[in-house]
Protein backbone atom coordinates (compact mmCIF):
# COMPACT_ATOMS: atom_id res chain seq x y z
CA UNK A 1 0.00 0.00 0.00
CA UNK A 2 1.53 3.04 -0.92
CA UNK A 3 -1.00 5.53 -0.31
CA UNK A 4 -0.20 8.76 0.97
CA UNK A 5 -0.76 9.81 4.81
CA UNK A 6 -3.97 12.06 3.76
CA UNK A 7 -6.37 8.90 2.57
CA UNK A 8 -5.22 6.35 5.54
CA UNK A 9 -6.46 6.95 8.96
CA UNK A 10 -5.81 4.91 11.87
CA UNK A 11 -7.95 1.49 12.75
CA UNK A 12 -10.64 1.78 15.45
CA UNK A 13 -10.03 -0.34 18.42
CA UNK A 14 -13.49 -2.50 16.74
CA UNK A 15 -11.49 -3.01 13.80
CA UNK A 16 -8.42 -4.10 15.09
CA UNK A 17 -10.24 -6.31 17.90
CA UNK A 18 -12.40 -7.52 14.61
CA UNK A 19 -8.96 -8.17 12.52
CA UNK A 20 -7.43 -10.34 15.90
CA UNK A 21 -10.66 -12.00 15.62
CA UNK A 22 -10.44 -12.67 12.47
CA UNK A 23 -6.76 -14.22 11.98
CA UNK A 24 -7.43 -16.25 15.51
CA UNK A 25 -9.70 -17.97 13.86
CA UNK A 26 -7.57 -18.48 10.73
CA UNK A 27 -4.64 -19.03 13.00
CA UNK A 28 -6.54 -22.08 14.68
CA UNK A 29 -7.52 -23.53 12.04
CA UNK A 30 -3.26 -23.74 10.92
CA UNK A 31 -2.24 -24.68 13.86
CA UNK A 32 -4.52 -28.06 13.62
CA UNK A 33 -3.62 -28.69 10.47
CA UNK A 34 0.36 -28.17 11.85
CA UNK A 35 -0.54 -30.43 14.93
CA UNK A 36 -1.67 -33.49 12.53
CA UNK A 37 1.55 -33.18 10.60
CA UNK A 38 3.22 -33.41 13.70
CA UNK A 39 1.53 -36.62 15.10
CA UNK A 40 1.19 -37.93 11.97
CA UNK A 41 5.08 -37.70 11.49
CA UNK A 42 5.38 -39.09 14.95
CA UNK A 43 3.43 -42.26 13.96
CA UNK A 44 0.23 -41.44 14.88
CA UNK A 45 1.32 -41.03 18.77
CA UNK A 46 -0.02 -37.88 20.85
CA UNK A 47 3.05 -35.11 21.57
CA UNK A 48 3.60 -34.89 25.30
CA UNK A 49 2.09 -32.14 26.77
CA UNK A 50 6.05 -30.82 28.30
CA UNK A 51 7.47 -31.71 24.83
CA UNK A 52 9.48 -28.00 24.15
CA UNK A 53 10.27 -28.82 20.53
CA UNK A 54 6.04 -29.04 19.83
CA UNK A 55 5.57 -25.77 21.10
CA UNK A 56 8.66 -24.13 19.12
CA UNK A 57 7.61 -25.74 16.18
CA UNK A 58 3.90 -24.52 16.53
CA UNK A 59 5.22 -21.09 17.15
CA UNK A 60 7.31 -21.35 14.44
CA UNK A 61 4.48 -22.30 12.13
CA UNK A 62 2.76 -19.14 13.63
CA UNK A 63 5.65 -16.86 12.81
CA UNK A 64 5.60 -18.61 9.21
CA UNK A 65 2.11 -17.74 8.67
CA UNK A 66 2.33 -14.28 10.02
CA UNK A 67 5.71 -13.44 8.53
CA UNK A 68 4.16 -14.24 4.76
CA UNK A 69 1.28 -12.51 4.66
CA UNK A 70 2.91 -9.35 6.27
CA UNK A 71 6.08 -9.15 3.67
CA UNK A 72 3.76 -10.50 0.99
CA UNK A 73 0.96 -7.59 0.47
CA UNK A 74 1.22 -6.36 3.87
CA UNK A 75 -2.45 -8.00 5.31
CA UNK A 76 -3.49 -11.20 6.69
CA UNK A 77 -6.94 -12.54 5.75
CA UNK A 78 -8.44 -10.43 8.82
CA UNK A 79 -6.71 -7.50 7.92
CA UNK A 80 -7.57 -7.97 3.76
CA UNK A 81 -11.46 -8.51 5.29
CA UNK A 82 -11.14 -4.86 7.64
CA UNK A 83 -9.06 -3.08 4.72
CA UNK A 84 -6.30 -2.61 7.19
CA UNK A 85 -2.50 -2.59 5.79
CA UNK A 86 0.56 -3.00 7.83
CA UNK A 87 3.26 -0.35 6.77
CA UNK A 88 6.52 0.65 7.40
CA UNK A 89 7.86 3.72 8.70
CA UNK A 90 8.74 4.39 4.93
CA UNK A 91 5.39 3.96 3.80
CA UNK A 92 6.44 0.49 1.93
CA UNK A 93 5.95 -2.90 2.96
CA UNK A 94 7.77 -4.63 5.99
CA UNK A 95 10.47 -6.99 5.73
CA UNK A 96 11.20 -10.46 7.41
CA UNK A 97 13.75 -8.75 10.30
CA UNK A 98 10.76 -5.97 10.75
CA UNK A 99 8.34 -8.99 10.84
CA UNK A 100 9.78 -11.35 13.13
CA UNK A 101 10.05 -8.55 15.25
CA UNK A 102 6.37 -7.37 15.42
CA UNK A 103 6.00 -11.10 15.94
CA UNK A 104 7.81 -11.93 19.26
CA UNK A 105 7.47 -8.52 20.72
CA UNK A 106 3.74 -8.38 19.62
CA UNK A 107 3.55 -12.07 22.01
CA UNK A 108 5.32 -9.74 24.81
CA UNK A 109 3.03 -7.53 24.00
CA UNK A 110 -0.11 -9.47 25.90
CA UNK A 111 1.84 -11.07 28.76
CA UNK A 112 1.38 -8.14 30.97
CA UNK A 113 -2.60 -7.63 30.81
CA UNK A 114 -2.20 -6.74 27.59
CA UNK A 115 -0.09 -2.93 27.83
CA UNK A 116 1.22 -3.53 24.65
CA UNK A 117 -1.64 -3.35 23.08
CA UNK A 118 -3.34 -0.93 25.56
CA UNK A 119 0.01 1.33 24.56
CA UNK A 120 -1.95 2.60 21.53
CA UNK A 121 -4.26 4.45 23.16
CA UNK A 122 -2.14 5.18 26.22
CA UNK A 123 1.39 6.75 24.25
CA UNK A 124 1.05 10.17 22.24
CA UNK A 125 2.03 8.89 19.25
CA UNK A 126 -0.11 5.95 19.54
CA UNK A 127 2.08 3.36 18.43
CA UNK A 128 1.60 -0.08 19.96
CA UNK A 129 4.67 -1.59 21.32
CA UNK A 130 5.14 -4.18 18.20
CA UNK A 131 4.86 -0.85 15.85
CA UNK A 132 7.74 0.51 17.81
CA UNK A 133 9.99 -2.20 18.29
CA UNK A 134 9.63 -3.50 13.91
CA UNK A 135 9.73 0.53 13.02
CA UNK A 136 6.00 -0.52 11.52
CA UNK A 137 2.07 0.42 11.50
CA UNK A 138 -1.43 -0.49 10.77
CA UNK A 139 -3.40 1.72 8.90
CA UNK A 140 -7.08 1.93 7.37
CA UNK A 141 -7.68 2.45 3.96
CA UNK A 142 -11.67 3.30 3.49
CA UNK A 143 -13.29 3.03 0.58
CA UNK A 144 -13.07 5.19 -1.86
Do not use: C
Request: cysteine-free.
Amino acid sequence: MTENSSTTHKPSPFRLLAVMLYDSMLMVSVLLVAAAVAVALNGGEAIGANNPFFFVYLLGVAFIFYGWFWTHGGQTLGMRAWRVYLISGNNTGINWQQAFLRFVVGIFSWLPLGLGYWWLWLSPDKLSWHDIASGSYLVYSPKS
